[in-house]
């Protein structure tokens, strides 16, 4: 029988290579291979999966492996100096813009509320 709609049928082979997800820690193990020093191209004839996908993938990894290693832990006593620093100049710039505002209210001649007095 004819293909009525016009469309290309593709060969049974074909069909059973669709693209296929690879979940984080199957890309995990991969990438453990190529470190450990497995030659990529036999891994990628291994998985049926191109070179240069699997060459991203160990980047990503390594990248992800940096980012993870420059982190700081909440208890290191240069972290805690720092998030003190940083809380310090935010009260010092809050306290130099309230007198900035103040100055700007006496140099144009509208005087503060006076508090009322207490006798």
Known sequence: MENPTNTAKLPPAAAATRPQRWS???KQEIVLRLLRGEPIEAIARELGIE????????E?????????????????PAQVDLAAAHQRVGELSMENELLRAKIARLENGM????????K
């Open 24 to 26: 984080a820690r199957r």
């Open 51 to 58: 070179p240069y996908r699997l060459e991203r993938w160990r």
């Open 60 to 76: 990503r990894a390594l990248t992800g492996m940096a980012a993870g290693l420059k982190e700081r832990a909440d208890d290191d």
């Open 111 to 118: 005087p503060f509320q006076r508090a009322r007095s207490r």
